[in-house]
């Protein structure tokens, strides 16, 4: 076990049992099951109108020269001095009509390629907390050795398909370089795929030159066939910064996806009511979407949402609520509305892997699933409102995710599923406990769940009446202790080493 693995030794071992961690095989889920539509098509053309009003009277500040001449030749009013742009929705209409319904996402690895739309549907990592927790280490700085052991969870639970940007932050790495090493883990410890940092162009650039260098590709290979994504979070209300536009741009022209996200929180930076908040997420998403055309006609762009309210009382972010659920539930009916993938979250804001973070992220995730995302972003391991990755948080949610993968799975109306012949065999009164149909089926008839626990009270509090948490704990350990790193061509890791090492030096004390 390398050094950098927290909660190793006795603890650990003491966790491993005989059987490995019960989960599901790695696949694309498939989401057959038909979108919940929680307006009607008259509210959502009142939600449209309103967006398209927002963009063309209203306006977007966008603090890029760059995005200002792509709109300005495209026919925006683009008011330089105050930095606003409005635009109408022949701009908007002619974006999506180059903008793909589905893409495909191809990791070093083209076993784990992920298909981004229509029914198919994306777990990734939390991402972007600064700060970490595990009950046995207790709430922490991000570091890189937690980065890289976030990692490793990832790679191991089959639940999750794509690295977020930066599970945690290394703190202790200079900020305008961490992204390489933080890259360098995602493609030495895992053969995901990953987000990478579009905080500006030379970030989102680094993440596709190695991952072209993992795979063994050239930029025009990774054009064709892309390999990293990123998250563009506008700056609700209505701004788009110079490095979010820049990363966009960059991404865009060099053929990968971008998921253009607002931030918008009810009663903060958007009216109190949903369907305000909605018209403003919406003209802020087709913005984005109508730039990374603009940049490139037929890129790869998701239509993000990430739409929930404050606690009045405080101003605290509130997730998994039932206007959380909601906006998950009619931002999937807008972005099929524009024929474009979905990205949504399943977010919570407790404070501890306890109750409220589990009755919140169940929440927000049906209202994920019942809108169509195609990708659901932090569904795993985000505590604390986003503030906190957690090692217990996320076996919790990789068993929801389980869950929710088993609950997809078609149900079965073969002649012998309906069964009928075993119906006749038992009599009156009977049970099914020893019948063949039942024995046949016996390990594979049911989930079976990684960390619930169906003993009787008795034999539970024998065992050491160990509750949820404290079985989650045990877990990820058993995780790390299970995992193997993927394997990787030595003359790829050297060229992955050589690059980070060039690009820290060509960084130095400046901007990446």
Not at 132 to 147: K, P, S
Not at 433 to 451: E, I, K, Q, V
Request: include cysteine; charged fraction near 20%; proline fraction near 5%.
């Amino acid at each position: 076990m390398s050094s950098d693995r927290k909660g190793g030794g006795r603890r650990a071992r003491a966790a491993r049992g005989g059987e490995t961690i019960a989960q599901l095989p790695w696949r694309q889920v498939r989401n057959t099951c038909p979108p919940m539509k929680l307006i009607g098509e008259e509210q959502l053309e009142q939600l449209h109108r309103n967006s398209m009003r927002i963009l063309s009277e209203v306006g977007i500040r966008v603090m890029s020269g760059r995005a200002m001449d792509l709109f300005e030749r495209a026919g925006a009013i683009v008011d330089r001095d105050e930095q606003v742009i409005r635009i109408d929705e022949s701009i908007v209409d002619a974006a999506l009509a180059t903008a793909p319904s589905s893409f495909t996402l191809t990791s070093r690895n083209p076993a784990k390629r992920l298909i981004l739309g229509g029914d198919a549907m994306v777990f990734g990592l939390v991402a972007g907390p600064p700060n970490v927790h595990d009950r046995i280490n207790g709430r922490r700085q991000g570091n890189l050795a937690d980065y890289r052991n976030f990692t490793r969870l990832a790679h191991h639970f089959n639940a999750i398909h794509i690295i977020g940007n930066q599970v945690c932050a290394p703190m202790e790495l200079p900020a305008n370089s961490r992204h390489l090493d933080t890259y360098h883990a995602n493609l030495t410890l895992s053969d995901l795929c990953f987000h990478c940092s579009a905080i500006g162009r030379g970030r989102a650039v680094d993440g596709i030159r190695m991952m072209a260098i993992a795979r063994g590709a050239s930029l025009d290979q990774m054009r064709a066939e892309p390999g990293v994504i990123t998250i563009i979070s506008v700056n609700s209300p209505r701004l788009f910064d110079d490095a979010m536009a820049d990363g966009l741009i960059a991404m865009a022209e060099h053929g990968q996806p971008v998921t253009v996200t607002p931030f918008t929180l009810m009663g903060a930076m958007t009216p109190v009511t949903l369907a305000a908040a909605l018209s403003q997420q919406n003209a802020e998403a087709l913005f984005g979407v109508v730039l990374t055309q603009l940049a490139s006609p037929g890129a790869p762009v998701m239509y993000g949402a990430f739409t929930s309210n404050v606690d009045m009382r405080s101003g605290a972010p509130t997730f998994g609520t039932p206007e959380n659920t909601k906006a998950n539930i009619i931002g999937g009916q807008l972005a099929r509305r524009y024929g474009l993938p979905y990205r949504t979250s399943n977010s919570n804001a407790s404070n501890a892997g306890d109750l409220q973070a589990t009755y919140e992220t169940e929440m927000s995730t049906w209202g994920a699933v019942l809108g169509g995302a195609n990708m659901i972003y932090h569904a795993a391991g985000w505590l604390e409102g986003g503030l906190t990755a957690s090692y217990e948080k996320l076996v919790l949610d990789v068993e929801i995710l389980q869950n929710m993968m088993a609950f997809l799975e078609p149900v079965s109306f073969a002649e012998d599923d309906l069964g009928f012949d075993a119906i006749r065999s038992v009599p009156a009164g009977g049970h099914f406990f020893g019948a063949d149909h039942t024995m046949a089926r016996y390990d594979t008839a049911f989930y079976r769940p990684m960390l619930s626990n169906w003993q009787n009270f008795g034999s539970w509090q024998e065992a050491g009446s160990r509750d949820a948490l404290q079985r989650a704990t045990d877990i990820w350990q058993k995780a790390l202790e299970e995992y193997e790193e993927p394997v990787l061509d030595p003359a790829i890791r050297e060229e992955l080493d050589a690059y980070v090492a060039r690009r820290r030096e060509e960084i130095g004390g400046g901007e990446p």
